[in-house]
């Protein structure tokens, strides 16, 4: 019967113990953090002053990015393209954006984040999801997907 008990005792704890192994591993450093949310920071002011060239800095020369199909058309890819998506989207005169993080996580090289935000060109609120690696100069974006 002590076995049992042991036996049960020692699954509880593995249970237990590998969930908080898994955030420990998917956590974002600190100081990363506060990096990526600076990132974060200069694409709402950017977005917000119409900068397109200043958006386009923020990414890596090879990102993606995707919108909603009704945003913008569809995907883009590279540095310029994006740039220029973001140009021809401010032609348009959208309103402002306002970004709130929900989460953050580390993925291989890089990181997630996953934004709510509300935007005053359409209805209700979206959701991105940023992939941001670590270039030598900066932390950018390489792949972002807007719904």
Same mark, same amino acid.
């Given at each position: 019967? @002590? $076995? ?14 590998? &969930? ?9 450093? &600190? ?10 920071? @200069? ?5 917000? @002053? ?43 005169? &959208? ?40 270039? &030598?100069?900066?932390? @950018?974006?390489? $792949?972002?997907?807007?719904?």
């Amino acid at each position: 019967m @002590k $076995m049992h008990s042991l036996l049960a005792l020692a699954g509880f704890a593995i249970g237990f113990a590998v &969930p908080s192994l898994a955030q420990e591993k998917d956590t974002v450093d &600190p100081e990363a953090r506060q990096q990526i949310e600076a990132v974060l920071r @200069k694409y709402e002011d950017a977005f917000n @002053k119409k900068d397109a060239a200043a958006i386009g800095a923020l990414y890596t020369a090879d990102a993606a990015e995707i919108f909603h199909k009704d945003e913008a058309g569809g995907s883009a890819c590279g540095r310029e393209a994006i740039k220029q998506r973001y140009a021809a989207l401010f032609a348009s005169s &959208p309103g402002k954006l306002s970004f709130k993080l929900v989460e953050l996580y580390a993925i291989g090289d890089g990181v997630c984040a996953v934004l709510e935000f509300t935007p005053q060109f359409r209805s209700g609120k979206g959701h991105h999801a940023k992939i941001l690696v670590r270039e &030598p100069d900066a932390w @950018k974006i390489r $792949m972002a997907y807007t719904n």
